[in-house]
């Protein structure tokens, strides 16, 4: 089973996004830096309108999607690679995971807290690929010290794998993930035991306030991470309001305000597609 973890700097929406997709309040979401310290775990289908039909030709009743599991993991801050904040166990949990969900603050509230101090995607976003970068680095040198006797032996498999590495130390060095290199599959193959965190498929879900969703498009915030992820990380953006989806979906029962959202129709609040939508992203990074 493909597993997401959901990341990103403290205080961002991670485990408001979480009960969301996972349709539980598994995950505390409160207004203060590291109220998530062990990772929270949940498995959410995935969507896929192929079943159906494949499901008549079959001529079966059974249909079984495919499914994908979501870590809530613990927010990162500058300096993680050195073990600042819950750096380490950071880091060890993104390593467990086959693909990133960023999540990236793209809303201003005075009364919710920014472990920064002000909102600033781009430099959040930055601040999560730096720590990674760095830790990768560290992941290549103990590579390099581990193969080094063979890579001296003259070792075929060594010597190849030493020459990968050659090419993405100066890349990790400029500051871009290894996702973006242009590697055959046998170099990504000799790269593989290294473990690289910035190598892992990422998607970002850009977070907003619910007034804001209608006019994401003009969002220069959104817009923004749009341009980067698409240049710097050849990703896509989820835009949502993680507070809104995480109400959504929440099983007792709802506010007022949600049931005039739902009388009104702008809001299906039993419409699976909207807990989905971040499922099916997630699963189509991985190339699945």
């Avoid at 467990?96 to 999540?103: K, L, T």
């Avoid at 242009?182 to 593989?192: I, N």
């Avoid at 959104?222 to 835009?239: F, G, M």
């Avoid at 309001?241 to 702008?266: F, I, M, V």
């Amino acid at each position: 089973m493909l597993k997401a973890g959901i990341v990103g700097l403290p205080n961002v929406g991670k485990s408001t996004l979480f009960n969301a997709v996972t349709r539980t309040r598994k995950a505390a979401a409160e207004n203060y830096p590291f109220c998530t310290i062990d990772p929270n775990v949940g498995v959410v289908e995935v969507p896929d309108s192929r079943l159906a039909p494949l499901a008549k030709i079959a001529k079966t009743d059974k249909i079984i999607p495919a499914a994908i599991e979501f870590v809530d993991i613990a927010g990162l801050v500058k300096g993680a690679s050195q073990g600042e904040g819950l750096g380490n166990k950071f880091l060890s949990h993104i390593r467990e995971v086959d693909a990133i969900v960023q999540v990236v603050r793209c809303f201003e509230d005075p009364d919710i807290a920014h472990v920064t101090g002000s909102v600033d995607p781009i430099r959040d976003i930055e601040i999560v690929t730096t720590e990674l970068v760095l830790a990768d680095l560290e992941a290549l040198r103990r590579r390099r010290d581990k193969i080094s006797k063979d890579v001296k032996s003259g070792d075929k498999h060594a010597v190849a794998e030493s020459h990968v590495l050659d090419q993405i130390e100066p890349h990790l060095n400029s500051g871009k993930p290894a996702a973006t290199l242009h590697f055959a599959r046998e170099e990504w193959e000799l790269a593989r035991n290294c473990f690289l965190l910035t190598a892992k498929p990422t998607i970002f879900a850009a977070n907003v306030k619910e007034n804001e969703l209608a006019a994401a498009d003009t969002n220069p915030h959104i817009t923004k991470v749009r341009e980067y992820a698409r240049s710097h990380h050849a990703c896509d953006t989820v835009v949502l309001c993680a507070q809104l989806e995480s109400d959504l979906a929440d099983p007792t029962p709802r506010p007022a305000h949600l049931l005039h959202l739902q009388r009104k129709g702008s809001a299906r609040l039993d419409d699976p597609r909207r807990r989905h939508g971040v499922a099916r992203g997630g699963h189509d990074s991985h190339g699945l």
